[in-house]
């Protein structure tokens, strides 16, 4: 039984135009090229659901909850980003009356 042409697949040289697996006929010797030598991704890249998880930059500490601790923990995370927010504004208000008292100050007391 003959063997079967395939069709080269369409995905193969995706944003490079002609870098596609070459069909029957086209041959890599007459056109004065090497075949290039296939690159490995690594395991983490290939597998969809493990590549979120390793985007994550801590580490996603609640992977292993459930939905409803998860839900609480993000809750949670709002909530303490939210007071650091504001306890950097309260600082960043204290000192600018801080720095303008001081100068009120010195402008008051300074010999003309």
């Not at 042409?5 to 002609?18: L, M, Q, V």
């Not at 991704?41 to 590549?51: D, K, S, Y």
């Not at 500490?61 to 809750?75: D, I, T, V, W």
């Amino acid at each position: 039984m003959a063997s079967k042409r395939r069709k080269a697949s369409r995905k193969a040289g995706r944003g490079r135009p002609g870098a596609g697996r070459p069909l029957a006929g086209e041959s890599m010797v007459l056109e004065g090229r090497a075949a290039r030598p296939q690159v490995r991704t690594p395991p983490v890249a290939r597998n969809r659901g493990m590549a979120k998880r390793a985007v994550a930059p801590d580490g996603d500490p609640g992977a292993f909850l459930g939905p409803e601790q998860q839900y609480l923990l993000r809750k949670r995370r709002e909530v303490e980003r939210r007071e650091a927010r504001m306890r950097r504004t309260v600082a960043g208000l204290v000192a600018a009356v801080l720095i303008a008292a001081a100068a009120g100050l010195f402008w008051v007391f300074t010999p003309a």
